[in-house]
């Protein structure tokens, strides 16, 4: 097995192919599955797999030295919500536009030159 290294020879940690990993590591999606989030620990072992842009990474932590999730307090929902209107603010028109914009054209549609353009050009 090309991604097996339990001794992390080969790849400096433990390495194990997808979905061979031992009994006691998760990944952080699983942790958050879970209620846990990492807490400071150090990245116990990795899975490695084959994916069509190369090769994939997913790091492994220990569950018993998992922490719970804190608690979304008024303030940190405070702070969520102002990131969030930020996201949604067109700098064109300075409206909340009740969407994420796109970074790809950051604006929002009704200020977008690009779309208005190739309509045009397309009629």
């Not at 842009?53 to 998992?66: F, K, P, S, T, W």
């Not at 940190?76 to 930020?86: L, P, Y």
């Not at 067109?90 to 536009?97: F, K, L, M, S, T």
Request: contains cysteine; positive net charge; proline residues 8%.
């Amino acid at each position: 097995m090309r991604f097996h290294d339990p001794d992390g020879n080969r790849y400096g940690i433990p390495t194990y192919p997808l979905r061979l990993a031992p009994t006691g590591l998760a990944t952080r999606r699983q942790l958050r599955a879970r209620g846990l989030r990492p807490g400071g620990q150090e990245i116990a072992a990795q899975l490695m797999w084959r994916h069509s842009r190369g090769i994939a990474v997913a790091y492994l932590y220990r569950l018993e030295l998992a922490l719970p999730v804190r608690p979304m307090t008024p303030a940190r929902w405070r702070a969520h919500d102002a990131m969030m209107r930020a996201r949604r603010t067109c700098p064109e028109c300075r409206r909340d536009v009740g969407y994420v914009l796109r970074t790809s054209i950051g604006t929002c549609e009704p200020c977008d030159t690009t779309t208005t353009t190739s309509a045009l050009a397309a009629a």
